[in-house]
Each structure stands twice: as C-alpha cells, then as structure tokens.
C-alpha cells in the first residue's frame, strides 16, 4: 500500500485555523447539558439490539503515514440502519413522543435522518410522513417506506423538501422531528444531537486509557461534529485538535469560522457526499463549534471512491470495512494533511499522533456504493 504516502493525489482544497478558537467546557455544556448528554445514552443503551459499533485500529494506514494509531469508528454497524444517524432521529422520537403520546412525526431528509425518524416511529408505532428532495436516490426512499413512513418527493433541493415538510406539518399538526435547528425550533436538533454523543461515550470506554491527539469530524449542517465535540468535553480527560471536514463544495462550517459568523452559500455543485452537502451550518452546532474546532479543512470528491475501495479491501486495516462516500473524509483529509510538510507541521501530525476518525456509514445507498466500489 506504499501507494499514499506521499501521492500527491491525495489533496484538500482548503485549510483554516479558527482565529477564535477557546475551548471551554462549562459554554459547551451550557448549548448541550451533562444531563441531556448522559440521557439519552441511558435511553438508547436499552434499547433492544443496541451495541457500540466497532473502533477499529487502522494500523496499516498508521505506519503508512508515520503515526501512532488511527482509531476508525464504524457506523456502518449501527443497529440496522448502517449509519450513526440512527442514534440521532430515531431517539428525538421517542423523547417527543414521551411527552405528547398520539403523534405523528414528519421529516425532511437526504437520507439517513429520514430513516432514522422512520425507524423510531415504527418503534412506537407512530405514523411517519417523510419530505425528500429530487436528488434522493429511490432506494434511499425504498428504505424508508420499508420502516413504514410515507415518502413526498419535492420537486427542487433539500431546502424545498423542508419548507413544504413545515408548510403541510403545521397543516396537519404533525411533529416535525428535523435535525437542523431555527428560530425557536431547538429543543428537537439538540435531542438529535445528544443521540449522536452516545459514539464519543462508546468511544471513551474503547479507546481504553489511550490519549487521542486529534479528531476529523465531518460536517454538514454540523449537528454530528458539534455533538462529538460536546461528547469530548463530556467524556475525556484530554481534548484533541479538532478538524471540521466539508466537501469543497459546501465548506459552510469553514467559511462561518473564518468570518466568524454564519454564512449562507449558494451550493453550484452537489457533492457526492450527498448528507454532507449543506449551505448553512445549523444555529446550535455552530454555537458548540464556533471557538471550539481547531481547524477546517476541505476536500474534493476525486479519491472517495479509491477510499472506498482501499477499505473494503483491507488495505487500512485487518478487516474489509464497508463505508459509504460519508465515511471517507475523515481518511483522505489525514493523507492529504500528511502528504503536505507544512499542513502535517501545523497540525502537529507524527509519530506520536493518535488519531480519532469517524466512519460515519456504510453502504446505505446501495446502488451508489456499488457503483463507487466498482469505478
Ligand atoms: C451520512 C451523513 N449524513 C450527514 C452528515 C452530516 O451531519 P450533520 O448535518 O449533522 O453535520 C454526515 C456526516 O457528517 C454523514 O456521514
């Protein structure tokens, strides 16, 4: 596999240091509480078939690229869903349901949420209406309904799909369960968010005692990385450097930072990491993100689906992994970083690194993951 190291192939678009970086625990918990955090891991570790996913050792990439250890968290052995975005959706349910009983619940999704909230109502046995835009794949929508949801295709992107989702919501008094937050719309994404922190608890009691030096967190409208860091702050002694990822195409979360405030992008091109592919970060994510990720980092499409071959057949690691597009930024942005002297230098990436990555999911789009798989 002496392939990567440096191939300059392997390249990001854009880098920035957060000038307000200040972490700090207590602001931290203030957005997203101890309590809300400890809750839902109570809540979801009974739920039935529930098990940590996998963290696997990726340790031929490791001595590829001169570090200690990278650490893969495989979210493609999330319950049945293939996706850590089961742990988010599904439990935002459940909470509302606890307190209103006889409910609907409604979503707006690219995906993965959108199973997630279908999955949880099932679960309880609620009715379940899902908004999904034209650039859906129809197994994405096959997979909801087969959990019972029905699936309204939107004509335009994912922003129509939400609008008409809140606009036929309040018409037929259904519960919106939507993992992105908006004026006096928060208590559901932070339920959202709580769900995603039970894979840094997994993670802190895997990890066995070994310090982790830096964490790539994807982003899309941010939701997951901010719930990780929160997760951080919750459960390690040591934070690491935090890296936000985004493909080049909606890098919202880098240029909020670099501004320092939220920015809205016109996205030109959809990127073929489809969940990650937003225009804004949402408002809760960004106030845990804001001062507390390190850096950002970009990257281009081209090498998702060498990535997804490269763990499929162990050439990272022992075992075949199977990840979908989402898992793979994470991976080419740390062999992009140590490709590049100054990048590596600036993020203090040797031999003594250990490093945090997210697998975020497996082969959800099936269709899609075939086709990658086989370019
Ligand atoms: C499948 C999938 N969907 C969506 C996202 C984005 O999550 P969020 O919108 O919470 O940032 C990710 C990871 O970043 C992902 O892997």
Redesign the pocket.
Known sequence: MSLISNDKSWKYSNFIENKYFNFDRDQIFSILSKNEIDSAYKVISNWENYSSTPLENLYKLSSELGLKKIFYKDESKRFNLK???ALGGAYAVEKIYQSKKNITVSTAT?G?HGRSVAWGAKRLGLNCKIFISEFVSESRAEAMRGFGAEVFRVKGNYDNSLKECIKQSKKNRWEIIQ?VAWEKYELVPKLTMAGYAVMMKEISDQINKNKISHIFL????????AAMIAGCARYLEHIPKIIIVEPESADCVLKAVEKNKIVTLDIKKESLMG??S?GEVSTI?WKIINNSCNFCISIPDDKISDTIKLLATSSFSEKKIIG?E??TPGIISLIASCNNNKLKGKLNLDKNSQVLLLG??GD?DEELYQILLNK
């Open positions: 996706s850590f975005k690219a993965n993992d994807q982003a899309g409208v941010g939701g997951m990385a969940g990650m937003c994510p979908g989402c898992a975020c999911e959800v």
